[in-house]
């Protein structure tokens, strides 16, 4: 019988196995048998439509214009928007932003660019 990894976060020798993952008891982590951490996959990439990753904070283009609920105005394709905040939104809308003369909207990463 092969002996079994310690958990990575308590410690614990009384780990088991459960299909493709090791099982710890005492603080019910758990984790692949590979070298990657399941609870741990890394925050999540979120690229622009021209491939830019784009992190919090930064300043974006819109690409197209876009009509938006309860507004007979459409957003303008080149409108500014600063200070994005990237979130897991309703759909695929994946940025929180405030966008000026529009006030608070989830975008698409897919219909921006980064300035």
Not at 74 to 103: C, E, M, Q, S, Y
Request: proline residues 6%; negative net charge; contains cysteine.
């Amino acid at each position: 019988m092969s002996e079994l990894p310690a958990c990575p976060t308590c410690a614990s020798s009384y780990t088991y196995e459960m299909g493709a993952l090791f099982v710890c008891p005492e603080c019910a982590h758990e984790w692949s048998q590979t070298d990657g951490d399941i609870g741990d996959s890394g925050p999540r990439v979120i690229k622009d439509s021209a491939g830019n990753i784009l992190a919090d904070g930064d300043t974006v283009t819109i690409i197209k214009d876009m009509k938006v609920k309860g507004s007979s105005v459409p957003l303008k394709v080149g409108t500014k928007v600063k200070n994005i905040r990237l979130v897991d939104g309703p759909g695929d809308h994946d940025i929180d932003a405030k966008v000026d003369g529009f006030g608070p909207m989830n975008l698409k990463s897919s219909i921006v660019r980064k300035a």
